[in-house]
């Protein structure tokens, strides 16, 4: 049977370990235990157990805010390793890097990330299989696969009108909890000169997006919708003019909108993610580029009538 226990420094937990102590110590007395120290210690060392849990946790997701986003994966594999104990929390709740397989069916790229994994298996959007292949992998329900099916050929659309090229995903699941389901947006655009860089400036660049919406269920023909959007950016120039440059960084928001789904989840789905990446956008403009150019202009001030100007190309 499962133990009843409240987390550290709550008013319940206060008030079971009181009551709790106090009844032990009545039936000390009156011959019925000899003890409740063990008890008691188990308690306390199960709190100061969960305190320290926390406290690790606390302090290795403050490592990886701090961490480069190029350098994702070396610190995530170095703090698995460090506590195996927080793996699954870990890895639910650090972004890494998004990775493309491609699916043989069609012949399309995707984007694997843990939205669309099982064990060490990844769902193609397009041939809803599993690459490597697996036998009883989770699927989306039949209408919810027409949802993802449709989501897929718009985002490309929008990717392609936004990002002039690029690799997008659109997977879908249902929430078992309380009826409606998630939808996850990726985009990863791989801006190096041997890549998708069409101005060739950059040495390596990518910008790599993701977004994540729960949609409840429908009440009154109005639908809540709770986005939470990340943008991983990472550049590096190497040339005569501005020589070698490194910069990376991610950025985190959210939107919570309750719509009516009249035009649709696509509709709302896509006027919020429109709405929030420009908001990223100018967030990246404004704290990454404006930072650095201050910084740069502050360190290396340029001789009266000269004014600072990024290259063209």
């Not at 709550?10 to 039936?27: A, G, H, K, W």
């Not at 193609?124 to 690459?131: A, D, L, R």
Request: glycine share 8%; with cysteine.
């Amino acid at each position: 049977m499962k133990s009843i226990w409240a987390p550290p420094n709550s008013v319940f937990s206060y008030i079971y370990q009181t009551n709790y102590s106090r009844r032990s110590l009545e039936d000390v007395s009156e011959g019925k235990i000899s003890s409740t120290r063990g008890v008691t210690r188990k308690g306390r060392n199960r709190q100061r157990g969960y305190r320290r849990r926390q406290t690790r946790m606390d302090a290795a997701m403050d490592l990886m805010r701090r961490i480069s986003p190029n350098q994702n994966d070396q610190a995530l594999t170095s703090l698995l390793s460090l506590l195996p104990h927080c793996s699954s929390d870990l890895l639910s709740q650090v972004d890494q890097p998004l990775q493309v397989l491609v699916d043989m069916q069609f012949g399309k790229e995707f984007i694997i990330c843990e939205y669309n994994r099982d064990t060490d298996s990844y769902r193609s959007p397009f041939s809803n299989k599993y690459y490597p292949e697996l036998e009883d992998g989770p699927l989306p329900s039949e209408d919810l696969r027409k949802l993802e099916v449709e989501a897929n050929d718009i985002f490309a659309i929008y990717r392609d009108q936004y990002y002039e090229g690029g690799v997008s995903s659109v997977y879908m699941w249902e929430d078992d909890n309380d009826g409606g389901f998630f939808a996850c947006f990726l985009i990863k655009k791989d801006g190096s000169k041997n890549a998708d860089g069409r101005r060739g400036s950059l040495q390596q660049g990518a910008w790599e997006a993701i977004h994540v919406i729960e949609v409840g269920p429908e009440e009154h023909d109005i639908a809540h919708y709770r986005l939470t959007s990340t943008v991983m950016l990472s550049l590096t120039t190497d040339n005569k003019s501005s020589g070698t440059f490194n910069l990376s960084g991610s950025i985190r928001r959210q939107m919570n909108e309750n719509l009516p789904v009249a035009d649709g989840h696509l509709c709302n789905m896509g006027k919020m993610i429109e709405e929030i990446e420009g908001k990223l956008r100018n967030s990246v403009e404004q704290v990454y580029f404006g930072k650095t150019r201050e910084m740069v202009c502050t360190l290396r001030p340029l001789p009266e009538g000269l004014q600072f100007k990024l290259p063209d190309n």
